[in-house]
C-alpha cells in the first residue's frame, strides 16, 4: 500500500515538473518570439517612416522643377544664382568614385579571399584576418584626413596635374574602406564550396591556379557578385571620406584628376545650416537623399536576388 502511494506521489510530481517546464519554455519561447517580431517592426516602422519623410519632402521641390531636368540636367548649382537643380554632376562624381573603389576592391578582395583560402596555414589565417577586419573599424573621417596627407600628396608626385581636391584620392581610400566587406564575403564565399570539388579537381591533375579559375571562383559567382554589389552599396553611401579627399565641386566630368562632389557630399553642405528651412534650395537636400536611397534599395535588392539565386541553384 505504501509502495503504491509512493508511486503516485513520484507520478503526480513528475507531471507537475513536466507541467512547469512546458510552461517554462512556453514563456521563453514567446517572449523571444515577441522579441524578434518588435525588432522586425521597428525595422520596418523606421524603414517606412525614412521612405514617407523623403518623398513628403521632396513633393514640393518638383512641384517647381520637372523630373526630367532633375534626373537629365548637367548643371547643378542650387545655392547660387542663376539657380540650375541638375543631378547628373552628383552623379557622375558618386559613380566616378564608386567605379574607382572597386576597381581597387574587389581584385584585391578576390585575391585576399583566395590566398587565405587555398594556400594561407590556420595559423596565418587567424593572424591575417583580423588585421584585414580592422580596417572595416577605422573611423571614414580618418580615411579621408589620410587621403589629403598621404595619398594625394604620394598621386601629386606621380601626376603634377592632380587638384588638391579630386576623385581620385577618394576612389582610393573608399576602396580601402570596403576592402574588408568584400574579402570577407569573398572568403565566406569560397570557404561554402565543397572540399570534394577541390579534391576531384586535383585527383584529375589539375594546378592550383585551374581548380582555382575553374572550381572554386565559378562556384561562388552569385556570392561574389552579391559581394561586390553590397560593396557598391557601401561605396555610394560614403560621406565623410569624399567630403574631405574630393571636394565640393559639382562637375559633370569623368576626369578622376578634378575636384568633383557626391550626393552625400551635398547632403553634408546643405545640412551644415546655413541653407534657410523651407525654401527650395532645402528641399534639394531631400531630393538628392530620396535618390541616393533608392539607388542605394536598388543595389541591395539585387544583392539579395543573387544570394537567393545561388541558394537555389546550390
Not at 572595416?136 to 595619398?151: E, H, Q, R, S
Not at 596635374?161 to 576623385?167: L, R, T, Y
Not at 569560397?190 to 585551374?210: C, D, H, I, K, M
Amino acid at each position: 500500500m505504501n509502495n503504491l502511494w509512493h508511486q503516485k506521489v513520484t507520478q503526480v510530481r513528475s507531471q507537475i515538473e513536466s507541467y512547469r517546464r512546458d510552461l517554462l519554455n512556453w514563456i521563453i519561447e514567446g517572449g523571444f518570439r515577441l522579441f524578434l517580431m518588435m525588432a522586425l517592426s521597428i525595422t520596418l516602422v523606421t524603414t517606412a517612416t525614412v521612405i514617407v519623410l523623403l518623398v513628403r519632402e521632396s513633393l514640393p521641390f518638383f512641384q517647381q522643377i520637372p523630373l526630367k531636368d532633375f534626373l537629365f540636367g548637367t548643371q547643378w548649382e542650387p545655392l547660387i544664382e542663376p539657380k540650375s537643380f541638375g543631378v547628373l554632376p552628383l552623379v557622375s562624381g558618386t559613380m566616378m568614385i564608386v567605379a574607382g573603389a572597386m576597381l581597387l576592391a574587389v581584385p584585391s578582395g578576390i585575391m585576399i579571399a583566395t590566398y587565405l583560402n587555398e594556400f594561407a596555414s590556420s595559423k596565418l589565417r587567424a593572424l591575417i584576418k583580423p588585421i584585414l577586419e580592422i580596417l572595416a573599424g577605422i573611423p571614414t573621417v580618418v580615411y579621408g584626413y589620410f587621403a589629403l596627407t598621404f595619398v594625394t600628396p604620394v598621386l601629386k608626385e606621380i601626376l603634377p596635374d592632380i587638384q588638391v581636391f579630386n576623385a581620385l584620392s577618394a576612389a582610393i581610400v573608399v576602396g580601402i574602406m570596403i576592402l574588408p566587406m568584400v574579402a570577407s564575403l569573398t572568403d565566406d564565399a569560397f570557404r561554402a564550396v565543397p572540399n570534394s570539388l577541390r579534391e576531384g579537381a586535383y585527383a584529375v591533375g589539375a594546378t592550383p591556379f585551374e581548380v582555382i579559375t575553374d572550381i572554386v571562383i565559378p562556384a561562388s559567382r552569385s556570392r561574389i557578385g552579391a559581394a561586390v554589389i553590397l560593396g557598391v552599396s557601401r561605396a555610394i553611401g560614403e560621406t565623410m571620406a569624399v567630403t574631405l579627399a574630393a571636394g565640393a565641386t559639382p562637375k559633370w566630368t569623368f576626369n578622376p584628376l578634378e575636384s568633383i562632389q557626391t550626393m552625400t557630399a551635398y547632403i553634408v553642405q546643405v545640412s551644415l545650416g546655413d541653407t534657410p528651412a523651407g525654401g527650395i534650395e532645402y528641399q534639394t537636400c531631400f531630393v538628392v537623399a530620396l535618390l541616393l536611397f533608392a539607388i542605394t534599395m536598388v543595389m541591395n535588392f539585387a544583392g539579395n536576388m543573387l544570394t537567393y539565386f545561388d541558394r537555389k541553384v546550390g
